[in-house]
Nanobody, 124 residues
């Protein structure tokens, strides 16, 4: 059974940092593209960052470029999202997702498996 579990969310002041983790079970993460998405209250879910299976491609939303970094730890079957210089507008539930297919994409419909989400709250 494919499962993704996010962790690392919490409450942080503006300018602070958090590192989100996405741990997989039931499959090997390094074979598949992984994406991080977020949904703020009253807003649609949006893509934050994605990484290809070969790690040669990463994408970031314009709003997080230069502040967030996505990375893989294949030995631990985990993908991370390092978030620095956090802003109140980064407040959202963050989801990781895995695509059960070859190729690469950084949009919601490309991804097949989703975690339950972790709350990130940035206070001003």
């Amino acid at each position: 059974q494919v499962q993704l579990v996010e962790s690392g969310g919490g409450l942080v002041q503006a300018g602070g940092s958090l590192r989100l983790s996405c741990a997989a079970s039931g499959f090997t993460l390094d074979y598949y593209p992984i994406g991080w998405f977020r949904q703020a209250p009253g807003k649609e879910r949006e893509g934050v960052s994605c990484i290809s299976s070969s790690v040669d491609t990463t994408d970031y939303a314009d709003s997080v470029k230069g502040r967030f970094t996505i990375s893989r730890d294949n030995a631990n079957n985990t993908v991370y999202l390092q978030m620095n210089s956090l802003k109140p507008e980064d407040t959202a539930v963050y989801y990781c997702a895995a695509a059960g297919r070859t190729g690469y994409g950084c949009y919601e419909d490309f991804y097949d498996y989703w975690g339950q989400g972790t709350q990130v709250t940035v206070s001003s």
